[in-house]
């Protein structure tokens, strides 16, 4: 009898194998022949895989809670592997440690790369390595789940168990429309951003990339010098402007589309964001306008970084480790915050903050006067104090797993800052760090176990922790807990 748990994860792959038949029409339209086997071969051995599970007889389907994470867990492990495949088969990638390491940092939209010359790669692999970004983005187990309604059993505790931040909901009655609503949306925002990165003098292909990357907020670029090889100041708006859209809760889009326009500027979340975002820009802008020449050229710069650091892409228009002390310090700061939660954005997520800087404000007030009555309110809602605890634990736990990181950086070589600002932009999902591991260096030349474990890293982030550690618990423990789905 197929195990009910492969049974699922074959039909994962097989929606994610889909994803290989555009960077193999590529490879094939390009004279890339080489390439392409890398890419037919998984593809068909994902297929044939879960149609033999289909026809297998299945086994009972009911989804506990604790079996959820270790799914969602098992899933992201098993894509991260299938999508190194046709990486390490292309021959592009020196070992398959490398392959992995560049597949799991697409899918978790990381952006941190082991390739040095990216321009040198065949358009089929450069495709797919932006590709994960978006597939990762909004989430393949969503993906599944909108496409598969033989996943929405226990689905959305799965959706639960893969999306960002503390509060999750549907945005629907049903979850399979719930991700298929989100879906749409997000598709036409790429194919929008696509569209207008073509008007503004990109190739058809390098927009297509870079659409996958901004709104999958991963970094991925075509060219070694990321957006900035392009030179223009549009492009550098458009992808600032796409960086920030793809940061926001999507269901407040949603919302939007749906005649709820207040709930979208009523967000707590949304409104603090705007903020920390306004701020940063506002600082880094006065700071930098007399070494870039104009304010003009400092908003402009300082916009797209802050954009990319505090969304977790990771794109580069510039070397921000050459700048003042104080913008680098703006942005250093921005690693502890990211996007809102419901985003493809990393990070400890802006709703977090929210709530603790209520809880604060609260304390001050209960010292002041000690028999008022106060409540915290998240989008006019009170009564949200059940979330501090959840939200101080996590807290706690990103920055144990950060300091752990760190310190296996500084046990492979790295230096002080390299080793924390590394750790940050590793379970923060954002891509480049500072000193010697900043926005023009690559994680190549790094030790063979160290990237392992940035790889571990990394997928924690992601999937906010507590499932991938949950995952990784049972299996030390080897009580997998997965006989029931």
């Known amino acids: 009898m197929v195990i009910p748990l492969l049974r699922v994860l074959s039909y994962l792959l097989s929606i994610v194998g889909m994803a290989l038949l555009p960077p193999l029409a590529t490879a094939l339209a390009c004279g890339e022949r080489g390439c392409a086997v890398s890419f037919a071969a998984p593809l068909l051995a994902s297929w044939a895989v879960a149609l033999a599970c289909r026809m297998a007889r299945g086994g009972e ?50 952006g941190a790369s082991v390739i040095g010359d990216v321009e040198s790669l065949p358009k089929c692999i450069n495709l797919w390595r932006c590709e ?39 945005v629907t009655s049903r979850i399979t429309d719930t991700a298929k609503a989100l879906w749409l949306i997000y598709f036409a925002l790429t194919a929008l951003q696509t569209v207008l990165l073509r008007i503004a003098g990109m190739s058809w ?3 297509v990339c870079h659409a996958f990357s901004t709104l999958g907020t991963g970094g991925f670029s075509t060219r070694n010098a990321s957006i900035g090889a392009f030179g223009s100041a549009s492009i550098d708006w458009i992808c ?49 306008a007399v070494d870039l020449g104009s304010v003009s050229s400092a908003l402009r710069y300082v916009a797209f970084q802050v954009s990319s650091v505090v969304s977790t892409t990771g794109f580069m228009t510039a070397d921000y480790a050459a700048w003042r002390p104080a913008v680098q310090i703006v942005l250093f700061s921005l690693f502890f915050v990211g996007g809102c939660s419901g985003s493809t954005a990393g990070g400890i997520k802006v709703v977090r903050w929210t709530i603790l800087a209520k809880q604060l404000s609260n304390e001050f007030r209960r010292l002041l006067h000690p028999h008022e009555v106060v409540t915290i309110r998240l989008n006019g809602i009170p009564g949200r104090e059940t979330f501090v605890p959840s939200v101080a634990a996590f807290i706690f736990v990103y920055l144990m797993l950060v300091l752990t990181t760190a310190f296996a950086g500084a046990l492979a070589g790295l230096g002080l800052l390299e080793s924390v600002s590394v750790a940050l932009s590793m379970v923060g999902n954002i891509g480049p760090a500072f000193g010697g591991m900043g926005p023009t260096a690559n994680y190549g030349a790094l030790p063979c176990a160290l990237k392992w474990w940035y790889a571990f890293a990394m997928l924690a982030g992601r999937l906010e922790l507590y499932t991938i550690l949950i995952l990784a618990g049972n299996v030390i423990r080897r009580k997998p807990h997965l006989t029931r789905l």
């Open 61 to 110: 389907r009911t989804l506990e809670a604790g079996n959820a994470f270790a799914v969602v867990g098992s899933a992201w492990v098993a894509v991260g592997f299938f999508g190194a495949v046709p990486l390490w088969m292309s021959g592009a990638f020196s070992s398959f440690a490398d392959a992995v390491f560049e597949s799991v940092s697409g899918f978790s939209t990381t």
């Open 132 to 170: 994960t970004h978006w597939l990762g983005g909004m989430g393949v187990i969503a993906l599944a789940v909108a496409l598969m309604p033989i996943l929405g059993i226990g689905g959305f505790r799965l959706i639960k168990a893969e999306t960002s931040g503390p509060e999750k909901g549907k």
């Open 240 to 288: 600032t402007l796409f960086m920030l859209v793809a940061s926001v809760n999507f269901a407040l889009y949603y919302r939007l589309l749906t005649g709820r326009a207040e709930e979208f500027f009523r967000d707590s979340e949304f409104r603090a964001f705007v903020c920390i975002v306004a701020a940063s820009i506002a600082v880094g802008t006065c700071v930098e």
């Open 205 to 207: 292909f390098d927009a």
